[in-house]
Structures are given as C-alpha cells and as structure tokens.
C-alpha cells in the first residue's frame, strides 16, 4: 500500500472496553496502541502515518465503533514485545461518535459488505476506505439507517 504525500490513510482499531477503553484514552490525552500479535494487523500499524485518522472500535463488549483517534506517533516498536519484532503506534482522541454505530448495523449494511471489519473479523487493526470512512461518519451523525 503506498501513500503519495499529503494523502491521509483510515483504520480502524479494536480494543476491548474492559482492558482499554474510549475513556480510558481521552482520560490519558495520548495513549500507546500496542500489544498487537497479528502480523496483518501489525503491519498496517507500521503503515500508519503521523495525521491518519481510526475509528476506536469497542470489541468484545458493545462492538461498536465508539470514537475516532488521530495517529500522533508512528513506527515505533511494541514496548510489550521484549525482542522488538512487533509494531506500535501513539493516538490522540479526536471525537466521540454522537451516535456509536454498532457491529450488527454494519453487517447490515450492503454498502459496508465489503469492510475489513465484516470480511477478516478477527483483525484488530483494519484498512477503512476513504468512502467507508465517510458512510460511517454519516451513520454516526445521522442516528440509525433504518
């Protein structure tokens, strides 16, 4: 996946409330992504840039996208990978969602078939298209789709 200059990239990023939670983060102001052990998900961490922008993505308890974080820090190594082979990046909070837009709407959704987050449901960190991007942040403004 290559990036021009200036080009701002999407993702979204899974968390389980219980262990690290929307609020737990915007208490911390910046907090480190870290602790993932995919190598799919790691390497989209090593393609974030400084300025891209992830949906915050409540796992396991709500599943539900919750929030969107802006990349502060990139290409930094996992401080809990004692060898240094895995990837981490920094995330600011950016905004809550007026609305969380919740897993069973997405799957739902015909124009959201095709997001990492429906097709690889176990990846913890997932390429969001510019245009998926924008339909979410509609749905979270607009309230339900139905």
Known sequence: MSKSHGTKSY???????????????????????????NH??????????????????????GKEIVGVVR????????????????????????????RPVTLKEIKADPALAEMELVKLSRLSVAVV???EWRYITALSSDGPAH
């Open 40 to 61: 799919r998900a790691a390497k989209n961490l090593r393609t974030m840039q400084v300025g891209d922008e992830a949906f915050f993505y409540h796992s396991n308890i």
């Open 129 to 131: 298209t510019e245009e």
């Open 71 to 98: 990349i502060s820090v990139s290409g930094i190594a996992d401080p809990t990978d004692p060898e240094g082979k895995w990837a981490a990046v920094r995330v600011q909070p950016v905004k809550k969602l007026a």
């Open 11 to 37: 993702w979204l990023m899974k968390s389980e409330p219980d262990a690290y939670s929307w609020d737990d983060l915007v208490a911390e102001g910046e907090g480190t992504w870290d602790g993932v052990r």
